[in-house]
């Protein structure tokens, strides 16, 4: 019998609005997620106005390495089931744990090219959230989406 098979990670970054690669890594499958983030971010010359990630980069590593090169950057990152909020200060990633706590709903909508078309957190998830939630989607575009998709809830039937 051989050994294991061994694979490895791509790890991009990518501007949400030119789909453009922006910063690439590519790692043994041994090296964690989070460990490769400040190489990426290194990578990337511009301001970065949101960072989006999988539950993997959950914690104030990933955290601190974004904040540290761009702190005005939102990070959205869904938190992991045994994530706890940090004893010595209130941030970023502790805010989106008391919002997850109070029982909110994120919405989001994403355009037939992958774009992250509005994001909202509301306590509910009826058919008038829904109804608010894709009258006031449009007017922040500048320009009409052919698709949108969602994670398609009952409600949005309603809209």
């Known amino acids: 019998m051989g050994s294991r098979r061994r694979w490895r990670k791509l790890h991009l970054g990518l501007d949400a609005g030119t789909q453009e690669i922006v910063a690439a890594e590519l790692t043994p499958d041994d090296v964690g ?3 490769v983030l400040s190489e990426l971010l290194d990578q990337i010359d511009a301001d970065v106005a949101s960072l989006t990630a999988d539950g993997a980069y959950d914690g104030e590593a990933a955290y601190n390495a ?16 045994t ?27 994403v355009d037939q090219h992958r774009v992250v078309l509005d994001i909202l957190v509301q306590d509910r998830r009826d058919s ?10 449009p007017k922040g575009l500048q320009y ?6 969602t994670d398609k809830p009952r409600s949005y039937g309603a809209a």
Do not use: C
């Open 128 to 137: 008038n959230a829904a109804k608010r939630f894709f009258r006031r989607l």
């Open 33 to 35: 997620d989070v460990s």
């Open 66 to 81: 974004v904040v540290e090169r761009h702190p005005a950057t939102t990070v959205v990152i869904p938190r992991r089931a």
């Open 144 to 149: 009409v989406p052919r698709v949108i998709v």
């Open 83 to 109: 994530a706890v909020p940090s004893k010595a200060t209130t941030t970023q990633r502790d805010r989106h744990l008391a919002v997850i706590a109070e029982q909110h709903d994120l919405w989001r909508a």
